[in-house]
């Protein structure tokens, strides 16, 4: 467990100070399109995590790197950005990896979409840039609130079509 703490940290520190310069040098093709590390991670889905500019999404993307690669856990670099990326500029690394091609209505394993990565986490910005539809919406604020409560804050900044009217959601 220590192990994994470790590799979180390093590349926790790489990730937020890269920038598109200091990472060219080093990001070929063959570095990147589908290199899985000992805990199932992409370089894609560490940047997605802490990066601090879009231009460092975009470089991976541009150099081949996968953007619909899963974990065991069936998690993709758009789930991790919206649950984990808290910079000032998440929302534009979630609309990087939207237009290099993540697929927004995929479902990890636990069933979520990034969408309710975001939500489960407090990340309504990031859920409102993925668009999400009322279905979404509703089956995010069930499981938030066990069908019972009024829809959070964060529900109602993502989905506020969905949020007006009774304040107890069934």
């Not at 879009?54 to 081949?64: G, H, M, N, T, W």
């Not at 979520?112 to 995010?140: I, P, R």
């Not at 609130?145 to 304040?167: N, V, Y």
Request: glycine share 6%; hydrophobic share 40%; charged share 20%.
């Amino acid at each position: 467990m220590l192990q994994d703490r470790n590799v979180f940290d390093s590349n926790k520190t790489f990730w937020r100070a890269a920038t598109r310069r200091s990472l060219a040098p080093q990001c070929g093709p063959a570095t990147l399109n589908n290199v899985h590390d000992e805990l199932g991670m992409t370089p894609l889905m560490w940047a997605s995590m802490y990066a601090n500019e879009p231009a460092v999404i975009e470089l991976l993307i541009e150099r081949s790197a996968n953007v619909r690669a899963v974990t065991k856990h069936g998690v993709t670099a758009l789930h991790w950005a919206a649950h984990y990326n808290k910079s000032a500029r998440a929302t534009e690394i979630v609309q990087a990896l939207l237009l290099g091609g993540a697929d927004p209505t995929t479902r990890a394993k636990n069933g979520l979409t990034a969408a309710e990565f975001a939500l489960d986490n407090g990340n309504s910005a990031v859920a409102a840039v993925l668009s999400l539809t009322g279905h979404d919406c509703e089956e995010a604020v069930s499981r938030s609130t066990g069908g019972l409560q009024r829809p959070t804050r964060a529900f109602a900044a993502a989905c506020p079509s969905q949020s007006s009217g009774d304040s107890n959601r069934r």
